[in-house]
């Protein structure tokens, strides 16, 4: 069975330009997660998906961060504009439900130069 | 507030020599703790789930345990493949799970 697939894996782009990532979950995993992760430090949630419902939005920089989980399968989180600090692991991980384990993707490495 | 403290920060054993990585934790209505590894460049890969106090679980050398405040990762006698970034995680009544920032584990052959 497949896994959390993300894509792209790396992407390098320069301040102010936009930037998109894409997440395609296990099939039948209903909630779907977006984390952001610093070098040495832990995830961070940024928002968390219940079907094509964004239930947990508060973390998310909603200046500049946008996500959408049309259909409630894919999902795609965008960054428009990009600043230095955003540099950092985008994760997306999904789970049956909001009770279970949740399943990680190996994550899109942005660099914001 | 949700709160995730895992200690050590870093810990370097010898091959065979076993030892216990801390998760001290404080969530509202606690639904799961989670252990994870995550090797360099990699996302977290499920361990654990351990939902109430004194729940116990294995996989290989690994065991993991949990009271009301913290849960201990138990490796015995580890291989140096078992060096990686551990990751313990708290879902609270919020449905979210929250992150300490790991132990990152060496075992030198």
């Known amino acids: 069975e497949a896994g959390v697939v993300q894509s792209p894996r790396y992407k390098i782009i320069e301040k102010k330009q936009p930037v998109a990532f894409w997440c395609n979950p296990i099939?039948?995993?209903?909630?779907l997660y977006w984390y952001l992760q610093n070098l040495g430090q832990g995830p961070e949630l940024l928002i968390r998906?219940?079907?094509?419902?964004?239930?947990?939005d508060s973390q998310l920089p909603k200046d500049r961060f946008s996500a959408e989980r049309l259909k409630g399968v894919d999902s795609t989180l965008k960054i428009q504009p990009a600043e230095l600090g955003d540099s950092a692991v985008y994760l997306c991980?999904?789970?049956?439900?909001?009770?279970?384990?949740?399943?990680f993707g190996q994550g899109t490495r942005l660099t914001v130069v | 507030e949700d709160q995730v403290t895992q200690s050590p920060e870093a810990l370097r054993l010898q091959e065979g020599e076993s030892s216990s990585l801390n998760c001290s934790y404080t969530?509202?209505?606690?639904?799961?703790l989670f252990w994870y590894r995550q090797d360099p460049g990699k996302g977290p890969e499920f361990l654990f789930t351990?939902?109430?106090a004194g729940e116990e679980k294995e996989k290989e050398r690994l065991k993991a345990t949990l009271t009301k405040k913290e849960s201990f990762l138990h490796i015995t006698a580890p291989k140096p493949e078992d060096s990686a970034t551990y990751l313990c995680?708290?879902?609270?009544?919020?449905?979210?799970?929250?992150f300490g920032t790991g132990t990152r584990l060496t075992v030198i052959p």
């Open positions: 998906y219940e079907n094509e419902e964004a239930v947990d």
């Open positions: 991980a999904s789970s049956f439900n909001p009770n279970t384990e949740a399943f």
């Open positions: 995680a708290v879902r609270g009544g919020a449905n979210n799970l929250f």
């Open positions: 099939s039948g995993h209903n909630t």
């Open positions: 969530v509202s209505g606690l639904r799961g």
């Open positions: 351990l939902y109430s």
